[in-house]
């Protein structure tokens, strides 16, 4: 089956600094891919969508500026939060799809002390 | 844009009850509706899914149906046990590689 690949599972850093989240497809060739973000007992929201090649859709309301989101492969998203403050700890999740419909990572948590 | 609503938000079983969560759509051109079970701090893992030629899909406990006209759909989950315990999520989408909207979630408690 498809598997997506996500890392890392946690991370803390400090306010300011930036962190870079990875999502690869280990076996299939992701054409899209979407970031989304869940705070604490909330529902999945999209941030972004993006194509392999093409810049990054964002919603309305997520600063592309900030969250900086990379699909330079068929297998390959990375996602970094830049100059992270406390307000951006969150689950940020990637979903790939493929020929194998939507597949999600397991989701990295984010705090930023 | 697509929104999606999910009903209850939070939902109390005995073991062995059935559990019923429903789900409404409002873009009339979505066409596939995926059903997600998310343990804590896990992401989101498909249980079952339906497109929208297909009224009805089970697969052993957990079916799930489908009302176009009214843009409904339901996840019905039978003979419930304590590890179905977790949130659950319904989703639409109005395309192949659009991206899934999700309903707010259901915390779904198994109790034995």
């Known amino acids: 089956g498809a598997v997506v690949s996500q890392h890392p599972s946690w991370v803390i850093c400090k306010s300011g600094t930036s962190v870079k989240i990875e999502c690869r497809s280990l076996?299939?060739?992701?054409?899209?891919m979407f970031w989304y973000r869940q705070f604490p007992k909330q529902s999945l929201m999209l941030m972004a969508t993006s194509n392999e090649g093409s810049k990054a859709t964002y919603e309305q309301g997520v600063e592309k500026d900030k969250f900086l989101i990379n699909h330079a492969s068929l297998t390959l998203s990375t996602l970094t939060v830049t100059s992270a403050h406390p307000e951006d700890s969150s689950f940020y999740i990637c979903?790939?799809?493929?020929?194998?419909?939507?597949?999600f990572g397991s989701g990295t948590r984010l705090t930023v002390v | 844009g697509e929104n999606v609503e999910q009903h209850p938000s939070t939902l109390s079983v005995q073991e062995g009850d059935s559990a019923v969560i429903k789900c409404t759509y409002s873009?009339?051109?979505?066409?596939?509706f995926p059903w997600y079970k998310q343990e804590l701090g896990k992401g989101p893992q498909l249980i079952i899914d339906i497109r929208s030629n297909v009224g009805e899909k089970k697969d052993q406990r957990i079916a799930v149906t489908l009302n176009k006209t009214a843009k409904h759909f339901s996840l019905h989950i039978t003979e419930t046990q304590p590890e179905d315990s977790a949130v659950y999520f319904c989703?639409?989408?109005?395309?192949?590689?659009?991206?899934?909207?999700f309903g707010k979630g259901t915390t779904l408690s198994v109790s034995s």
């Open positions: 979903s790939a799809t493929g020929a194998y419909g939507y597949t």
């Open positions: 076996d299939f060739q992701a054409t899209t």
């Open positions: 989703a639409a989408s109005s395309q192949a590689g659009t991206a899934l909207i």
């Open positions: 873009d009339s051109a979505s066409n596939y």
